[in-house]
């Protein structure tokens, strides 16, 4: 018999609490209350919830952050925050917190039934996902849902944000068969009757519940990406490229240099390297971008510049009169970077042309070539190395990369025509 | 000149720790402290100067940040580049009309090496291999920061990555 799932409802209004034991009352489910951030984590910690209800708005530990320890602790549980405050802003913020759904008060029974039931299908889902995981030999594509590698697999959005004027980021529910990422690798995703392209999967490879893609709009195919609402349906082939050297990365100084969008290709490096920070010497993470506005991820990388055990410096290539940090492009921060040159690994992403500049001052630093790698995403069709649209020589950068070496990736930067 | 000013002679140590001056031979770097005026202190937000103003002194960026600012009537103030400790500041003092072209704020609380511009540049014209290495820095100065402005004239995040 399969146990009872576990609905932990946290709001510092017992009002609230008692009306949501009264509607679940009955249900095939246990439940159990907290009046506390502090407290539901506890509780959680001994109970281990599927599904978690929090208030937002609590004195102490704020409902946000506890939906972000909550999904830190365990990434398959469902949090669905409440709150008597709602606005689009907030449900958005709660979306990339990892919340799954966002109810506002006042409710009626059935939406917090409803709520519930969709709650505990989704924990269902992730679970059944997670296990089949463990049951696969490792990372690799998919099989194309049995028709062929270039068949893509349906997945469904479970939400979407914009991250800048021009770039948005989408959730979406793992396919059926996923096993995973490797920070690096890249899906295609296809825009039904548009087109497909190779987007870098930006979220955190521990993320079993959600995968997350940083889409920037530049053309017919990211257009009608960016334009995918939760509920709709994209198709996913992947993942597919070689991954970040985040293991041969072990026990050195790791510098990762982003300009622009390519900090979502290096996210989940970034993942790995705070998750297993022991495992690494420096690390440093070198940002650039075009203003202020033009910033990805604003709020994690505020994050990432208050943490004692890493660098982090941004630097804008132009800001108007109020901005108090660097102003200049993302190579100047290479040379008074602190590590060590001869035995650093640095991951560099962006544009080609800064790419290339930020590449030969790392090599002026000291490095080796061999050392410094890069994400080259040019022209990439099919992913899979069969069409040749990104053949040079005798290299695919869809199969051979797109993460090559320096060494590598020299002689391609070169070559105009692909 | 603003700043809060420390008036006591310049320790040739201090001056030798700048990576302006590294690699110069120590009679070439006392001749530079000769022209050092002070170690200075700039308060957050507190101008170094203004453009247009008359270039007199080269900063030798001990500690701190400044920001390099234009204003443009209308389109208000917009920041050009910034500077930080080991940076040298300005070189309008070396070439005629000797006039700064932006003006320098402390982003942060900033202590500065102040050097007499033009004393320096009476020096270089006396002493050739004194001015060939003052001039190769700040050429080397110049070459990073075209570099670098030609990289942002680029926009190179506007396009494809």
């Given at each position: 018999m399969?146990p009872r799932?576990?609905?932990?409802?946290i709001d510092?209004?017992e009002?609230?609490?008692?009306?949501?034991?009264?509607?679940?009352?009955?249900?095939?489910?246990?439940?159990?209350?907290?009046?506390s951030?502090?407290?539901?984590?506890?509780?959680?910690?001994?109970?281990?919830?599927?599904?978690?209800f929090?208030?937002?708005?609590?004195?102490?530990?704020?409902?946000?952050e506890?939906?972000?320890?909550l999904?830190?602790?365990?990434?398959?549980?469902?949090?669905?925050?409440i709150?008597?405050?709602?606005?689009?802003?907030?449900?958005?913020?709660?979306m990339?917190r990892?919340?799954?759904?966002?109810?506002?008060?006042?409710?009626?029974?059935?939406?917090f039934?409803?709520?519930a039931r969709?709650?505990l299908?989704?924990?269902a889902?992730?679970l059944?996902q997670s296990?089949?995981?463990?049951?696969?030999?490792?990372?690799?594509p998919?099989?194309?849902?049995?028709?062929g590698?270039?068949a893509?697999?349906?997945?469904?959005?479970?939400?979407?944000?914009e991250?800048?004027?021009?770039?948005?980021?989408?959730?979406?529910?793992?396919?059926a068969?996923?096993k995973?990422f490797r920070?690096?690798?890249?899906?295609?995703?296809?825009?039904?009757?548009?087109?497909?392209?190779?987007?870098s999967?930006?979220?955190d490879?521990?993320?079993?519940?959600r995968?997350?893609?940083?889409?920037?709009?530049v053309?017919?195919?990211t257009?009608?990406?960016?334009?995918?609402?939760?509920?709709?349906?994209?198709?996913?082939?992947?993942?597919?490229?070689?991954?970040?050297?985040l293991?041969?990365s072990a026990?050195?100084?790791?510098?990762?240099?982003?300009g622009?969008?390519?900090?979502?290709?290096?996210?989940?490096?970034?993942?790995?390297?705070?998750?297993?920070?022991?495992?690494y010497?420096?690390?440093?993470?070198?940002?650039?971008a075009?203003?202020?506005?033009d910033?990805?991820y604003?709020?994690?990388?505020?994050?990432l510049?208050?943490?004692?055990?890493?660098?982090?410096?941004?630097?804008?290539?132009?800001?108007?009169?109020?901005?108090?940090?660097?102003?200049?492009?993302?190579?100047?921060?290479i040379?008074?970077a602190?590590f060590?040159?001869?035995?650093?690994?640095?991951?560099?992403?962006g544009?080609?042309i800064?790419?290339?500049?930020?590449a030969?001052?790392?090599?002026?630093?000291?490095?080796?070539?061999?050392?410094?790698?890069?994400?080259?995403?040019?022209?990439?069709?099919?992913?899979?190395?069969l069409?040749?649209h990104?053949?040079?020589?005798?290299?695919?950068?869809c199969?051979?990369?797109?993460?090559?070496?320096?060494?590598?990736?020299?002689?391609?930067?070169?070559?105009?025509?692909? | 000149m603003?700043?809060?000013?420390?008036?006591?002679?310049?320790?040739?140590?201090?001056?030798?720790?700048h990576?302006?001056?590294v690699?110069?031979?120590?009679?070439?770097?006392?001749?530079?402290?000769?022209?050092?005026l002070?170690?200075?202190?700039?308060?957050?937000?507190?101008?170094?100067f203004?453009s247009?103003?008359?270039?007199?002194?080269l900063?030798?960026?001990?500690?701190?940040?400044?920001?390099?600012?234009?204003?443009?009537?209308?389109?208000?103030?917009?920041?050009v580049?910034?500077?930080?400790?080991g940076d040298?500041l300005?070189?309008?003092?070396?070439f005629p009309?000797?006039?700064w072209?932006?003006?320098?704020?402390?982003?942060?609380?900033?202590?500065?090496?102040v050097?007499?511009?033009?004393?320096?540049?009476?020096?270089?014209?006396?002493?050739?291999?004194?001015?060939?290495?003052v001039?190769?820095?700040?050429?080397?100065?110049?070459a990073?920061?075209?570099?670098?402005a030609?990289?942002?004239?680029?926009?190179v995040?506007?396009?494809r990555?």
């Open positions: 399969e799932q576990k609905i932990l409802v510092d209004e009002v609230v609490l008692d009306a949501c034991l009264a509607i679940l009352a009955g249900g095939d489910y246990e439940t159990a209350t907290a009046t951030g502090e407290e539901g984590l506890r509780l959680a910690a001994e109970i281990h919830p599927d599904l978690v929090v208030d937002v708005k609590m004195p102490g530990l704020p409902g946000l506890v939906v972000e320890r999904r830190g602790e365990d990434p398959s549980i469902v949090a669905i925050v709150t008597g405050y709602a606005t689009v802003s907030l449900a958005v913020e709660a990339k990892g919340a799954f759904d966002f109810l506002p008060k006042p409710f009626t029974p059935a939406e039934r409803e709520m969709r709650g299908e989704r924990r889902e992730v059944e296990r089949e995981r463990s049951v696969a030999e490792g990372a690799g998919l099989p194309g849902a049995g028709a590698p270039m893509p697999v349906p997945c469904r959005v479970l939400g979407r944000w991250e800048t004027h021009d770039t948005i980021t989408l959730a979406l529910d793992p396919p068969g996923w995973g920070p690096g690798q890249f899906n295609m995703l296809y825009a039904f009757g548009v087109g497909e392209s190779a987007i999967i930006s979220g490879p521990a993320d079993a519940g995968l997350l893609h940083t889409v920037r709009r053309g017919k195919v257009e009608e990406l960016a334009r995918l609402q939760r509920g709709d349906v994209v198709g996913v082939r992947g993942p597919y490229g070689t991954p970040w050297p293991g041969y026990g050195r100084d790791v510098v990762v240099v982003a622009g969008i390519g900090l979502a290709p290096l996210r989940p490096a970034v993942h790995e390297l705070l998750e297993n920070r022991d495992r010497g420096r690390v440093l993470i070198l940002l650039g075009r203003t202020a506005a910033l990805l604003p709020e994690q990388v505020q994050e510049r208050g943490r004692f055990d890493i660098d982090c410096q941004v630097t804008l290539d132009s800001a108007a009169g109020g901005w108090r940090g660097r102003v200049g492009v993302v190579t100047t921060l040379p008074r602190e060590d040159a001869e035995r650093a690994v640095a991951m560099v992403v544009p080609e800064m790419m290339r500049f930020a030969a001052e790392l090599v002026n630093r000291g490095m080796s070539p061999s050392r410094v790698f890069v994400s080259l995403e040019r022209n990439m069709k099919c992913g899979i190395g069409c040749g990104c053949q040079v020589g005798a290299k695919f950068v199969r051979d990369g797109a993460v090559l070496g320096y060494d590598e990736a020299e002689a391609l930067f070169l070559v105009r025509e692909v | 603003p700043g809060s000013d420390e008036q006591t002679p310049i320790p040739l140590e201090l001056l030798a720790a990576p302006f001056v690699g110069m031979e120590e009679a070439q770097l006392r001749r530079i402290a000769e022209c050092a002070k170690v200075t202190h700039f308060a957050t937000d507190q101008v170094i203004h247009g103003g008359v270039a007199r002194h900063y030798l960026l001990r500690h701190g940040d400044v920001a390099l600012e234009v204003v443009a009537p209308g389109a208000g103030t917009r920041v580049s910034t500077l930080h400790g040298a300005g070189w309008s003092w070396m009309p000797y006039r072209a932006f003006d320098a704020r402390a982003l942060v609380e900033t202590e500065a090496i050097v007499d511009g033009e004393q320096l540049r009476r020096c270089a014209e006396a002493d050739h291999e004194l001015g060939y290495q001039v190769r820095r700040v050429a080397r100065e110049m990073d920061r075209l570099q670098a030609r990289f942002q004239l680029l926009d995040y506007g396009e990555p």
